[in-house]
């Protein structure tokens, strides 16, 4: 039977379970598109976090040639090509001390971290 067939209140109540569907699905696709900050996050392909023990002084800056984005007292950049410890020390340098500084989610050993903020 077509949906022309029908009578018109079940022709009605199948139109409105057809747009119900289609906005049901359009709204779980939107909502699976929408980047959050994990995804963001991801995508920036972040290496490298310093948390300070002071609020950095700019939202971006330049230490150990990474572009460095803060907020606060964490800053992240994109992987580089020095040693973790070369790079902390420029941190420091440009930002103060540091509270811990990990790369690719591995934290700097304690002892490399007081190097890095002596």
């Known amino acids: ?19 119900l569907g289609l906005a049901w699905t359009a709204a779980t696709f939107g909502a699976a598109l929408i980047p959050t900050a994990a995804n963001a996050q991801a995508t920036s392909k972040i290496y490298y976090r310093a948390e300070l023990v002071q609020p950095a002084t700019a939202d971006r800056a330049i ?7 803060c907020s606060g ?14 790079v902390c020390r420029e941190v420091n340098r440009k930002f103060g001390e540091v509270r ?7 934290a700097l050993p304690a002892a ?3 190097k890095c903020n002596a």
């Open 1 to 19: 039977m077509s949906l022309l067939s029908k009578t018109p209140g079940t022709r009605l109540g199948t139109i409105g379970a057809i747009a």
């Open 63 to 69: 230490a150990g040639s990474l572009v460095w984005s």
């Open 73 to 86: 007292n964490n800053c992240v950049a994109t992987k580089g090509t020095s040693r973790p410890l070369r």
């Open 100 to 106: 811990s500084f990990t790369t690719r989610g591995e």
């Open 112 to 114: 490399d971290l007081a």
